[in-house]
């Protein structure tokens, strides 16, 4: 301890007055004056891309953000047909058109509810069977804590998204139809079905993935789709 001590004391640098005279008789005095300033944005057009390959963590919807307050954000996107001028067949019918959502989850936070024990499930080989209906409920993975229901409405896009290999970003301007051709009021959970037979607890339908399941006008579809068959 005595030794520790000696080399402590011994490598103590000799006392200069270095920058003493900013201190000496207040020689230091800060002086306070106000300045107008003029806050402004450039737009250098260098935006974010909102392309399909940046969007895996997208927020969608409205929410609060503690230094920009309310912010809006939506998602545009198309679909088209798997072959080109496919065969509907003869006086083709659309019977019923979902839109799913599948967006990310906490899988760690299931709730499991049997919403139907005495279910009757109706298959073409066995007909009526008696089953069970079991619903897995999953919050969905969101921005902000606010619990607040959220109204997602589906409507026709005009202008053409480009290719799935093109950039986009997040300024470019694309026009959509103001008719709703779906609606759904979101609660911040999805939702998975399972049917089972109560014999023997066979699976007769399960929905694997959880979604928001939207459904969408048919006659839309109808005259978009099908009564366009053989028109370029």
């Known amino acids: 301890m005595i030794f520790g001590s000696v080399i402590l004391y011994n490598c103590e640098p000799d006392v200069d007055d270095l920058g003493e005279q900013l201190f000496l008789n207040g020689a230091a005095q800060g002086t306070e004056a106000p300045f107008e300033v003029t806050a402004y944005n450039i737009n250098n057009h260098d935006t974010i ?3 399909a390959s940046k969007l895996s963590f997208g927020v969608l919807g409205a929410f609060d953000e503690e230094k920009f307050g309310m912010q809006k954000a939506s998602y545009l996107t198309q679909v088209k047909l798997s072959t080109y001028d496919p065969d509907f067949g003869t006086n083709a019918t659309v019977d019923s058109v979902v839109l799913v959502i599948k967006p990310r989850i906490a899988t760690d936070s299931v709730t499991t509810n049997t919403v139907d024990d005495n279910y009757t499930y109706t298959t073409a080989a066995d007909g009526a ?6 619903v897995n409920t999953y919050p969905v993975l969101k921005f902000g804590k606010a619990k607040r229901n959220l109204t997602i409405n589906v409507n026709e896009v005009k202008t053409f998204l480009k290719s799935a290999s093109d950039t986009v970003k997040s300024n ?35 929905a694997s993935t959880p979604g928001i399941r939207i459904s969408l006008d048919k006659q839309f579809f109808q005259d978009k789709i099908i009564a366009k068959k053989r028109q370029t």
Not at 187 to 192: A, D, E, I, R, W
């Open 49 to 51: 891309r909102t392309d």
């Open 172 to 206: 470019d301007s694309f026009n959509f139809d103001s008719q709703v051709i779906g609606s759904k009021v979101f609660n911040g959970n999805v939702s998975s079905v399972a049917i089972t037979k109560d014999d023997g607890g066979t699976a007769l339908f399960t």
């Open 129 to 134: 069977v008696n089953a069970k209906k079991v």
